[in-house]
């Protein structure tokens, strides 16, 4: 059964490019459709958590999901499995390619050259998509805005990202429960 | 001590990449490359690698970077073993934050994830995770990753639009644009 877990989520962690959603449905397809591990109610639960954590969304529903079906043992050995296709890859990769070959070989510094632009293209397209989900009203849009160049700027204390994430978090608890606060208070008038 | 700095750095990007793999580059490029340990043009191409390669971005960045910096660091760590321990460090460390949170608190967020905290708490990091995720496309748009002169810089912005475009609104799969940038790239560079 371990070894089954294992090899199950050795197979996604081999097979699915790029993280995220794209692995979710096929970890999904795997466990719940063809191996009946966890049921689809389980399975959207621990999907509830991975999204909540922070973290790769694969491996905390790897996690979560490993833990399910086999408890703490069975939650470090898919997690193991999801991480280890990437890792031996990564690593054959970085032992033969490595920044002196790309910089000095003419063929490879070229083709780099023409893909260093495109990978921040690849990283613009998901900015405009999550902007998109978060619902941004003129009200918050600015908030990424100032976020995003305070990064870029490199200026001390303000240029590291987990200030924002600390700061984004409590201001956003702090605003919703001053909205709850107001809401109860209104619900006391109305009844009044 | 270059491993314990670097377990501390990704101890910190595990524990607070909300947000996914993306978001993740902005705490990754402020803590590897903010250091001083790889340059803005390897964070890139270990982003396109990253990208290339099957498994999640976070991973795939987090073995090759403990892989590479050691050596980069020191003379003395210059031998492949040294860049191996880092790559298992760095990748072990990334997943432990998840593993440690996943384990010990999805009860308490089972319990609580309809509730005024949880909700408050996304609606004030979303938009941050936008800004963080537009902070990393815009430190890589720098003189390392477009060129120099003004061939270059012409050719790259055009590339960085064309794969926009193809991505954006094509919605085809990021290798296939990367793998047609590089070539792309062979014929206007070489």
């Not at chain 1, 790029?18 to 397809?29: L, Q, R, V």
């Not at chain 2, 790559?87 to 005024?116: E, G, Q």
């Not at chain 2, 094509?170 to 070489?190: D, E, N, R, S, T």
Request: hydrophobic share 55%.
């Amino acid at each position: 059964m371990l070894w089954q877990l294992f090899i199950t989520f050795f197979k996604i962690g081999a097979f699915t490019f790029g993280g995220g959603w794209a692995m979710i449905s096929i970890i999904e397809k795997e466990v719940v459709d063809k191996r009946h591990w966890v049921t689809k109610e389980d399975f959207l639960d621990q999907l509830i958590v991975a999204q909540s954590l922070p973290g790769l969304l694969a491996a905390n529903i790897a996690v979560g999901v490993g833990d399910k079906i086999r408890g703490r043992i069975g939650s470090i050995i898919s997690t193991i499995g999801i991480v280890l296709p990437s890792f031996l890859m990564i690593l054959i990769i970085a032992i033969f390619l490595t920044p002196d070959l790309i910089n000095h070989n003419p063929t490879l510094a070229a083709i780099f050259k023409g893909i260093r632009p495109a990978v921040v293209a690849l990283i613009i397209a998901p900015v405009i998509t999550t902007a998109k989900t978060a619902k941004l009203k003129w009200s918050t849009a600015w908030i990424p805005v100032i976020v995003a160049l305070l990064i870029w700027s490199k200026w001390p204390i303000v240029s590291n990202p987990i200030l924002w994430v600390v700061l984004g978090a409590l201001l956003g608890v702090c605003y919703a429960r001053r909205a709850m606060l107001r809401s109860q208070k209104s619900k006391v008038k109305s009844q009044e | 001590m270059i491993y314990l700095r670097l377990f501390w750095s990704y101890l910190k990007i595990g524990l607070f990449g909300f947000g996914g793999g993306y978001a993740m580059l902005a705490l990754i490029e402020n803590e590897i490359v903010g250091s001083g340990w790889i340059t803005e043009k390897m964070f890139t191409d270990i982003v396109a690698i990253s990208q290339m390669t099957p498994g999640p971005i976070g991973i795939n960045s987090a073995t090759y970077i403990g892989y590479v910096v050691p050596a980069e660091s020191s003379a003395a760590f210059s031998n492949p073993f040294w860049g191996v321990l880092g790559a298992i460090l760095c990748t072990f460390t990334v997943v432990l934050p998840s593993f440690l949170l996943v384990v010990y608190t999805s009860h308490l967020i089972r319990k609580h994830h309809d509730s005024w905290v949880v909700k408050g708490l996304f609606s004030g990091l979303r938009p941050v995770i936008v800004g963080m995720i537009a902070s990393a496309a815009m430190l890589l748009m720098n003189g390392e990753n477009f060129g120099t002169d003004t061939r270059d810089v012409v050719w790259s912005i055009s590339l960085c639009a064309a794969a926009f475009c193809v991505v954006y609104f094509a919605k085809i799969h990021p290798i296939w644009v990367i793998i047609a940038a590089g070539l792309a790239g062979y014929f206007i560079f070489i």
